[in-house]
């Protein structure tokens, strides 16, 4: 059974960090591009980034130099770290998988995906 979880989501103050992981079990996590999302109350789920199963990185123009993504395959575990947060990054975030070398942003191109956590950024 194929299962992604995400972590570490939680409440955090305006131009603080935190770092969110994804843990894969039940498919060849090695192997695939993993990639973040977000979706707030009302909005179309965002892209954020994707890593690919060699390491490549491509983010979103509305994230880029704030977040890192990141990988341990040994692990089976994806990062995202998330710097100088904003209260417009309240959202829940989701990671997702696919088998494709390249899926890119398109979120219909990933075929797992965990159930997703909570983010808010609130003084």
């Known amino acids: 059974q194929v299962e992604l979880v995400e972590s570490g989501g939680g409440l955090v103050q305006p131009g603080g960090s935190l770092t969110l992981s994804c843990t894969a079990s039940?498919?060849?996590?090695?192997?695939?591009?993993v990639a973040w999302f977000r979706q707030a109350p009302g909005r179309e789920r965002e892209f954020l980034s994707l890593?690919?199963?060699?390491?490549?990185?491509y983010s979103a123009d509305s994230v880029k130099g704030r977040f890192i993504i990141s990988r341990d395959n040994a692990k089976d575990t994806a990062f995202l770290q998330m710097n100088s947060l904003k209260s417009e990054d309240t959202s829940v975030y989701y990671c997702?998988?696919?088998?494709?070398?390249?899926?890119?942003?398109?979120?219909?191109?990933?075929?797992?995906w965990g159930p997703g956590t909570q983010v808010t950024v609130s003084s």
């Open positions: 039940g498919h060849i996590f090695s192997t695939s591009t």
């Open positions: 997702a998988t696919s088998p494709s070398a390249y899926p890119g942003p398109n979120a219909a191109a990933y075929n797992y």
């Open positions: 890593i690919t199963s060699t390491g490549g990185t």
